[in-house]
């Protein structure tokens, strides 16, 4: 494998990887092609030579992070796709019935699109989304691909050509201009896709005006990526690493914060000499490296992965960050596993680690509100209840306030909890509008 040379495999030449050949019966090299026809499909050369293990496949968890699964599209919708390629319909009526069958698979989960998009002199900015006061996300437009995909990713309407889902900015001006007038921002998060796929050259057009004196009122910079898990080599053997570090250790000798979001499914992904090499590079710099990612069946549904997982990131200096749970879009019937059990996954793995590691918060929910927290479940005189809080919230008072929702062992995501004790609204329901004015407002 050349590591100087990202290449990397999709729908149009998946059959060429020798391991598919060797590995994958004839119906399971079908059902890439079916489900990789509706959902996002990339995988790479390091993914399959150095991550997957073969042996173990189907139930390979890198496997099933990356390849399309037959379980990841509903029965009815398989069938349809399956007897469609079968006849070989027309492009046009094939890519009709793809569309239609993205639509019900809720593209835009927590109103991605329509909310939290901010204006600048009455327009609205499509690449920058300021939902929480002191932390502004950025979608560079040249970084919203990935150097692999996820099967469970939230954000697969933009990887699959329906480009009026994208939402992307090309102007750096537009976002220097937005961070100068918003005193409140303290934080950036540069994100994606995987603004790691973007040359350090215009990585840097956007990072480093961001040192500047005017913006003395940002602290910390991060850049949510993956590239740590699908390319390490981007840190240590592409052509611009050398560049990208220099980068970091001038933000960091500026005086800023450089954290770095590494997502991270299993520690198989902590486990190769390259992650290794890079994990210490960024490290050299004085970035932080935090972790994250979501918790989902047939991949990490394991507290030993997690607590593996946990103890091996603080062993080579990262710090965990969040545990999600999977959202209510794209694939989420294959993925998702109960509230209840996700806690449980939780407090197992955190019940076994040192301090260090505690720094991890979960499981948490990506909801429109906030960021949804499921504490535990308790028993309050008669009902069972799951204990919740924010921790991120739309309006900032919400957040570290315990609320209940009636307990549901069959509950996956928050839109099928009710509020405990019979009362109809959430607290923050009830005030919604008045509070979401006033912020919006202000
Ligand atoms: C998670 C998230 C952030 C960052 O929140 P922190 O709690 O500061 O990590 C910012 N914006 C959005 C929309 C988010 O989902
Ligand atoms: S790396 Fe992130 S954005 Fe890219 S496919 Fe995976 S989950 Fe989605």
Not at 94 to 113: D, F, S, T, Y
Not at 265 to 286: F, M
Request: proline letters at 6%; hydrophobic letters at 40%.
């Amino acid at each position: 494998m050349d590591k100087t040379k990202l290449k990397s495999f999709s729908l149009s030449n998946y059959l060429k990887i020798p391991q598919v050949q060797d590995y994958l019966t004839k119906e399971q090299k079908w059902n890439i092609r079916v489900v990789g026809s509706v959902l996002p499909f990339k995988v790479n050369e390091y993914v399959v030579n150095e991550l997957i293990n073969w042996e173990q496949v189907p139930d390979d968890p890198i496997f099933t992070l990356t390849f399309p699964q037959k379980g990841m599209l509903k029965p009815d919708d398989f069938k349809r796709i399956s007897n469609a390629l079968y006849k070989g319909i027309q492009k046009e009526e094939l890519n009709l019935l793809v569309h239609n069958i993205r639509m019900e698979l809720n593209p835009h989960p927590a109103g991605q699109v329509a909310h939290n998009v901010p204006e600048i002199d009455g327009l609205a900015v499509s690449g920058l989304q300021h939902k929480y006061r002191e932390t502004l996300l950025f979608f560079p437009s040249h970084g919203q691909t990935c150097h692999a995909y996820c099967t469970f990713c939230f954000r697969w309407p933009q990887f699959v050509g329906d480009h009026n889902l994208k939402f992307a900015l090309s102007e750096t001006n537009t976002l220097h201009r937005y961070i100068r007038h918003h005193k409140e921002i303290t934080d950036i998060l540069i994100t994606g896709g995987d603004p790691m796929i973007m040359a350090t050259q215009r990585l840097k057009s956007y990072i480093e005006p961001l040192l500047s004196v005017q913006f003395s009122h940002l602290q910390t910079i991060r850049i949510g990526t993956k590239a740590l898990g699908y390319w390490p080599y981007r840190f240590t053997t592409d052509p611009d690493a050398n560049e990208l570090l220099k980068l970091f250790d001038k933000v960091v000798a500026a005086g800023k914060h450089l954290s770095i979001m590494a997502h991270f499914s299993h520690y198989r992904e902590l486990q190769t000499p390259a992650v290794k090499e890079a994990i210490q590079r960024i490290r050299n710099t004085g970035a932080e490296i935090r972790t994250q990612s979501p918790v989902m069946r047939h991949i990490n549904d394991d507290a030993k992965i997690w607590l593996k997982m946990w103890k091996t990131q603080v062993k080579l200096g990262c710090i965990p960050y969040y545990m999600f749970i999977a959202r209510d879009t794209g694939a989420q019937h294959f993925f998702s596993i109960p509230l209840v059990q996700a806690q449980e996954i939780f407090k197992k793995a955190y019940q076994s680690v040192s301090g260090i590691a505690r720094t991890v918060r979960g499981p948490s929910m990506s909801t429109d509100p906030g960021k949804i927290q499921i504490l535990g479940t308790t028993k309050i005189r008669d009902d069972k209840v799951f204990v919740l809080r924010f921790l991120q919230g739309r309006n900032p008072e919400w957040v570290q306030q315990p609320f209940f929702a009636r307990f549901d062992p069959a509950a996956i995501w928050f839109d099928d909890l009710k509020p405990a004790f019979g009362k109809s609204k959430f607290f923050f329901e009830e005030d919604e509008t008045d509070l979401l004015s006033n912020f919006m407002a202000s």
